[in-house]
């Protein structure tokens, strides 16, 4: 799981739907240029916006394009205005995002890096391949859909809820820390197969009630009956791989967890002993 990607641009590779309109309007060339742009306030309020985007490939068209030229300009002069070296740098490559973390050829599955508690599963969502996912967001670029169903489930923000830090009162996901620390058992192609099915069915369960959105859909207390049937369906197909049968309460679900977690850590200290002992025993040889 990567960051989403940073502009530095002073937000001039940004467009509002109005903007959008009226560039495409006025040059209908550039249109594969504007993309989806996503934080954390898009992905969950669904808060249209967008950003342009070129790649290494097409700076000679970006440069003699009267619109895009403009917009390379201006990031230019911001980015050589900036305090930061590293910022700075980047202004003799005014066409790209500073920090590029990752696109996708396929979908992205995307989780949103502040999200309220007051919700009973986290913010992900699915994302075509023309989506660029800002630094307010976390991606799984090209994963496949199962790994949506671990997210989207009572033991991942039960696991974030304890281990990741919080911005007042609200979560502040992190791919270090409860990402790549979630303890997942062995899964079978099976159990691949029925998670995946089961993120599907939550996906399906939005569908049905659009244009709203993740923060209409999974308000506290008016949930779609659809929507959390397909919830309590994930929740259960999850937690009996876990355990062969539902959890009873959080608690159990947190024991199970860092139980899991130990044996996970001491593995993995052995196999760091075993590979620093044949090292050493390398060399002494």
């Not at 006025?26 to 969950?44: A, D, M, T, V």
């Not at 996912?133 to 997210?151: C, T």
């Not at 899964?187 to 923060?215: G, V, Y």
């Not at 009873?248 to 993995?268: A, C, H, P, Q, W």
């Amino acid at each position: 799981m990567l960051f989403g990607n940073m502009p530095r641009d002073g937000g001039n590779f940004v467009l509002d739907g109005e903007q959008r309109k009226e560039a495409i309007k006025q040059y209908p060339e550039i249109e594969r240029f504007i993309r989806p742009y996503l934080g954390s306030e898009q992905l969950i309020q669904g808060k249209p916006r967008w950003c342009i985007w070129i790649n290494d490939a097409d700076i000679e068209f970006a440069n003699s394009h009267p619109f895009l030229r403009k917009i390379l300009d201006r990031v230019r002069e911001c980015r050589l205005a900036s305090s930061a070296a590293s910022t700075r740098d980047f202004a003799s490559r005014p066409h790209r995002f500073v920090q590029i973390a990752g696109t996708a050829k396929r979908h992205s599955l995307v989780v949103a890096k502040v999200s309220s508690e007051r919700r009973m599963y986290l913010p992900v969502d699915l994302l075509d391949k023309n989506a660029i996912a800002s630094d307010l967001l976390f991606a799984l670029y090209d994963a496949p859909l199962w790994n949506m169903a671990l997210i989207a489930s009572r033991l991942h923000i039960v696991w974030i809820a304890t281990v990741c830090g919080k911005l007042k009162t609200d979560f502040r996901y992190s791919n270090t820390l409860g990402w790549n620390t979630f303890p997942v058992p062995k899964l079978t192609e099976k159990n691949k197969e029925d998670l995946t099915r089961c993120a599907e069915e939550i996906l399906l369960a939005r569908e049905a009630h659009f244009p709203k959105t993740i923060a209409d859909l999974y308000a506290p207390d008016s949930m779609p009956e659809d929507l959390c049937r397909a919830h309590e369906r994930n929740d259960e197909v999850l937690e009996r791989i876990y355990v062969g049968r539902r959890f009873k309460n959080d608690t159990e679900r947190l024991e199970k967890l860092f139980g899991l977690y130990s044996k996970m850590t001491v593995k993995n200290d052995y196999k760091c002993a075993k590979i620093s002992s044949q090292c050493i025993g390398g060399v002494a040889n």
